[in-house]
């Protein structure tokens, strides 16, 4: 399973490589794949430095919303890494 991130997109240079906050984190990718214009502001999917099409904003902030809620129900211990992997873990032992 493949998971896109949404991100922010803070700037966009002249070999249409952007920069992006992925949940606070800064990275670049290129916009290459995505056929309509990106501009600065908007969110953008992510996968493995690839920007693979446009969310609006409010699909964006929810998405991003529910990561945190993983990420924390993971710190606090309510959830582990191992949750929800549908036993993926133990086959690969």
């Given amino acids: 399973m493949c998971l896109s ?10 070999n ?5 906050d992925t949940l ?3 990275r670049k990718v290129t916009l290459d794949l995505i056929d ?10 992510i ?11 409010e699909s964006a902030l929810e998405s991003l919303k ?9 710190k ?3 959830i582990d890494e191992f ?3 549908m036993n993926l873990a133990t086959k690969l032992d």
């Fill in 47 to 57: 996968h493995v430095g690839f920007a693979l099409g446009k969310i609006d904003k």
């Fill in 36 to 45: 309509e214009e990106v501009k600065v502001g908007e969110y953008v999917l």
């Fill in 66 to 74: 529910i990561y945190e809620d993983i990420v924390d129900k993971m």
């Fill in 5 to 14: 991130i949404p991100s922010r997109v803070k700037h966009i240079d002249e």
């Fill in 24 to 26: 606070g984190m800064t």
């Fill in 83 to 85: 949750e929800g992997d």
């Fill in 16 to 20: 249409n490589i952007a920069t992006v």
């Fill in 76 to 78: 606090s211990g309510e």
